[in-house]
């Protein structure tokens, strides 16, 4: 990249202002800027007006830095000196080319009340403030990306209009107001706050039904896949108010509370009482759905290090009233929450994607709009495949851990095992696992090298779970 030309005017204010106008030069010059300064470019028999003026206007010079102290500004508004000269050809050109961006005024001194001094004619803009030396590295960042053209937040690529907007009636569920009530009463710690999440979860459980699939046209996995982005929006709400909860007020009746919920949600996940003609598939919107709910809370939660919370949603049992599928009234493990979506396999097959499993491809994909890092969601499934190999008596006793196919070259252990190499730390994750010790897992991996248990594989796809856990490091420092 071409090295930049900047011309930086300035105040000869005093002799250390001149000298903290200099070392900026020097800084600018190191990090490979051409800076152009009087001292330095202006020479005895030049024109110092000619001079001026051609530092503003000439197209070479990229940008102009203004140095603005109380002499710089007072000069700028009274026009007085060269400064006044400077202000007024580089006060025509920031006004006649309203979206320029060859020009920024640098804080080099601020008044009795902190606030900077700045010409008139420049008030309305944003300035980088170097005055402070707290913040002068940072704010020197923010320069130099001025100057080269590389800003700290780029925009992103624009992408298309969600379907679920555009494509007939939008499927409602009608928690907009006890959304916000609960999420608000729980931020601000009323006393109210449990019956208002008691309220939205009662709301959402009762309109989830508006979701089922009975008319559609097409391929049944073309619906499948519209519902499930229709459901978006109502999915982001759920995920604030676990987020809600795992910051502010993780209090055992709001979990509790949170156990009810997903245990209500259990019923759609199977064919309802009373419908006699069925095909198993017919559920599968709500399979994901539920199942995307599930991970998200406990991935919260993890993230949080919210352990003991997130252990109770893994060791407690879900109620399920009598059901069709199961014939009585049972109690079941976190497992009821992965079933089996027999439409994506289809989806699959039918317009030869090859994907390894579109069920891990939607998870990631939709984890982009969440403000939750991916590996999250895939430390949370490990989490939950662990918990579950630990605990199991046979092949039904087990988590398929659908992201973890996106784990590819992972670096090393998750966030949590990393953190665990301290014993203090161990101690208060271990419950996440119902264990006592790091050998409660040594167990389990003898019984994978030995072959005496598979590990999950998508083609030549799987992991490494010593390696995932930091085995041999959990619990070794204080």
Aim: include cysteine.
């Amino acid at each position: 990249m071409e090295n930049p030309k900047v011309f930086i005017s300035y105040s000869w204010s005093n002799p250390q202002h001149e000298e903290w106008v200099i070392n900026l030069a020097t800084q600018l010059r190191q990090d490979g800027v051409d800076v152009i300064l009087d001292k330095w470019d202006l020479k005895e028999g030049h024109d110092a007006i000619a001079f001026m003026e051609r530092m503003v206007t000439d197209p070479e010079i990229k940008k102009v830095i203004i140095i603005s102290d109380r002499v710089y500004a007072q000069k700028a508004d009274s026009r007085k000196g060269g400064v006044g000269t400077e202000t007024q050809i580089i006060s025509k050109e920031i006004y006649d080319k309203v979206e320029q961006d060859k020009f920024v005024v640098v804080i080099a001194e601020k008044d009795e009340h902190g606030k900077p001094y700045l010409p008139t004619y420049y008030k309305s803009r944003i300035y980088i403030d170097l005055s402070e030396p707290d913040t002068y590295t940072e704010n020197y960042e923010r320069l130099l990306r001025w100057i080269y053209g590389k800003p700290l937040y780029k925009k992103p690529e624009l992408g298309k209009m969600p379907t679920f907007l555009s494509e007939g009636e939008k499927i409602s569920l009608g928690t907009t107001v006890s959304f916000k009530r609960a999420l608000n009463s729980i931020k601000d710690g009323k006393p109210y706050a449990n019956g208002a999440l008691n309220e939205y979860f009662e709301t959402f459980v009762q309109n989830l039904g508006n979701f089922r699939i009975e008319d559609y046209q097409g391929e049944f996995d073309e619906a499948v896949v519209k519902n499930i982005e229709a459901f978006l929006p109502y999915r982001n709400e759920a995920i604030q108010i676990f987020s809600a909860i795992a910051k502010y007020d993780p209090k055992e009746e709001f979990i509790e509370t949170l156990h009810r919920f997903f245990e209500s949600l259990i019923p759609y996940l199977f064919r309802p009482e009373g419908v006699s003609s069925w095909r198993e598939w017919d559920f599968d919107n709500f399979r994901f759905i539920i199942h995307e709910l599930f991970l998200y809370a406990i991935a919260i939660l993890v993230k949080s290090e919210r352990f003991q919370q997130a252990s109770m949603l893994l060791s407690q049992r879900y109620y399920v009233p009598k059901n069709a599928d199961y014939g009585r009234d049972v109690m079941v493990s976190f497992l009821v929450f992965r079933q089996y979506m027999e439409s994506l396999e289809y989806r699959n097959r039918r317009l030869k994607l090859r994907r390894l499993s579109l069920r891990a491809d939607l998870l990631k994909e939709r984890c982009q709009t969440t403000g939750i890092d991916f590996r999250y969601l895939m430390q949370a499934d490990f989490v939950l495949f662990i918990r579950a190999e630990l605990n199991s008596k046979g092949l039904f006793d087990s988590w398929w851990p659908e992201t973890l196919l996106y784990l590819g070259h992972f670096p090393g252990p998750f966030e949590i095992f990393a953190r665990a190499e301290s014993k203090r730390y161990f101690e208060k994750m271990k419950c996440l696992f119902d264990i006592q010790s790091p050998d409660d897992f040594k167990q389990l991996l003898e019984e994978y090298q030995q072959g005496k248990r598979k590990l999950p594989r998508w083609q030549f796809e799987s992991f490494d779970p010593s390696l995932l856990l930091n085995i041999e490091k959990l619990a070794t420092r204080p």
